[in-house]
């Protein structure tokens, strides 16, 4: 039998969960009180959970104020991406001898989930966001390191607290990324590449995401002058 979670486990779940999905978004304030009231539990563990996610870089405590999720900076939310390049880009190029062809098949029914998404209108935001991330965790998850696996599940929860992807990727970026998913399957189908290939092309595909926000930015900005 499993041991049912502590009331520490199920705030820190449940707070969690709302602050990656967007609930509670960047900024939103945690009042002890309050969340331990609608958690039905006291603010003990309210306090343990939020001290955890503290640890986790998803809530900052501000002086006179208290806990509040965290709010990034562009540059702040662009090192995240790095991050997340750089642990992707290793995951990829040391899953490509273990990938299955069933793993290939996945990947391939989400990428083309992602394509009849990106057609769709309005853009189920939310619903890009989940699909992209399942897509890359078939492939990373065959890398044989669990902590590297673990460290990017982190980086990802971070990345779509921040609500930056959320909100600019499907309409920046999506199209795109969704053939280059194509292209890095083929290079995993088709084999004969070397690791540092696959882990560079694997990089690319995310820092592409900085620049197409980047632009986007730039574009704003010129046209606001």
Same mark, same amino acid.
């Given at each position: ?20 999905? *967007? ?39 501000? #002086? ?10 562009d540059d702040e939310w662009e090192r995240l991406v790095e991050m997340l390049a750089l642990l992707d880009g290793y995951a990829f190029a040391a899953a490509a001898p273990r990938v299955t062809p069933a793993d290939l098949a996945e990947a391939r029914d989400h990428n083309a989930r992602l394509r009849t998404l990106a057609a769709a209108e309005p853009v ?19 890398? *044989? ?29 999506? #199209? ?13 189908? #088709? ?32 046209? *606001?002058?």
């Amino acid at each position: 039998m499993h041991a049912e979670p502590s009331k520490h486990e199920i705030a820190y779940r449940e707070i969690r969960a709302r602050i990656v999905d *967007g609930r509670f978004g960047p900024g939103y304030r945690l009042v002890l009180s309050s969340l331990a009231r609608e958690l039905d539990v006291s603010p003990v563990p309210v306090r343990e959970a939020i001290r955890r996610l503290e640890a986790e870089g998803l809530v900052r405590f501000e #002086r006179n104020v208290g806990a509040r999720v965290t709010t990034l900076r562009d540059d702040e939310w662009e090192r995240l991406v790095e991050m997340l390049a750089l642990l992707d880009g290793y995951a990829f190029a040391a899953a490509a001898p273990r990938v299955t062809p069933a793993d290939l098949a996945e990947a391939r029914d989400h990428n083309a989930r992602l394509r009849t998404l990106a057609a769709a209108e309005p853009v189920e935001h939310a619903e890009v966001m989940l699909v992209h991330r399942r897509f890359h965790r078939v492939l990373y998850r065959c890398c *044989g390191n669990r902590y590297v696996i673990e460290s990017l599940d982190g980086v990802w929860d971070r990345i779509d607290a921040s609500r930056v992807l959320v909100t600019l990727y499907p309409s920046l970026r999506l #199209r795109a990324a969704v053939e280059e998913h194509d292209a890095l399957l083929d290079r995993l189908e #088709r084999g004969g590449d070397s690791a540092a290939e696959l882990e560079a092309c694997a990089q690319e595909h995310n820092l592409n995401a900085i620049r197409a926000i980047r632009d986007h930015a730039g574009t704003e900005s010129a046209a *606001g002058q």
